[in-house]
Every structure is written in C-alpha cells, then in structure tokens.
C-alpha cells in the first residue's frame, strides 16, 4: 500500500510558477513510476507528466511541454512538479499517481492517487 500527500498548491498569476510536491509513504518507492494528473471544474481527469522509476525517463502531455517539470527524489519519497509560465487554463486539481507499469499516463490504470492539491491561476 502506497499513500500518496500533494502539497504546494495555491493562488498564482499568469506567467507565474508553483512547485507542487508529493511524498509518498512506504520502503518501495523507487519501484513506482509516478506522475501528475489534473482535474479542472467540469471536465475529466487529465494526465499532465509522469517519470520513470529511476527518473531518467519522463512524458509529458503537449500542453505542459517546455513549461512544467517532473522529477523525482527517490531518497526522499519525493516526486515533484515545477510548473511555470502557467496560463489559466492550467488551473484545476492537481493529483499525484503511481503505479508500477510505464508510462503512467492513462487515468484508469492508476493504482494510487493522492488526494489532490488546488491550483489556481488568475490575476
């Protein structure tokens, strides 16, 4: 069993950056391929950027491409999303995932999921 804690969320303009963060409990978390999901009001579940077990292989949706940036710690736990220049359309629900299948970009094959961090872009 794997739980899964976002933080990092919060209230940027345009053109700004967050850093949303997701520590993972448990001794095996090397062995999950994590990723980043989100979820804006009224529409589905989307997948955003997702990273290998040992980090030296990432995916990114299109939209995010050259703006946002997935890495993991895995002596930490830690999987990260650094995410600038954001636009509004960015704006929704951030969850985190794991899984131990690559690539993790498809909603219905996710083990875990965190319970999602807030972020909202707007001037």
């Known amino acids: 069993q794997v739980q899964l804690v976002e933080s990092g969320g919060g209230l940027v303009q345009p053109g700004g950056s967050l850093r949303l963060s997701c520590a993972a409990s448990?001794?095996?978390?090397?062995?999950?391929?994590m990723g980043w999901f989100r979820q804006a009001p009224g529409k589905e579940r989307e997948f955003v950027a997702s990273?290998?077990?040992?980090?030296?292989?990432?995916l990114y949706t299109d939209s995010v491409k050259g703006r946002f940036t997935i890495s993991r710690d895995n002596a930490k736990n830690t999987v990260y999303l650094q995410m600038n220049s954001l636009k509004p359309e960015d704006a929704a629900v951030y969850y985190c995932?794991?899984?131990?299948?690559?690539?993790?970009?498809?909603?219905?094959?996710?083990?875990?999921w965190g319970q999602g961090t807030q972020v909202t872009v707007s001037s």
């Open positions: 995932a794991g899984d131990r299948r690559w690539p993790l970009s498809i909603v219905t094959i996710v083990t875990y």
């Open positions: 990273i290998n077990w040992s980090g030296g292989n990432t």
């Open positions: 448990g001794r095996t978390f090397s062995s999950y391929v």
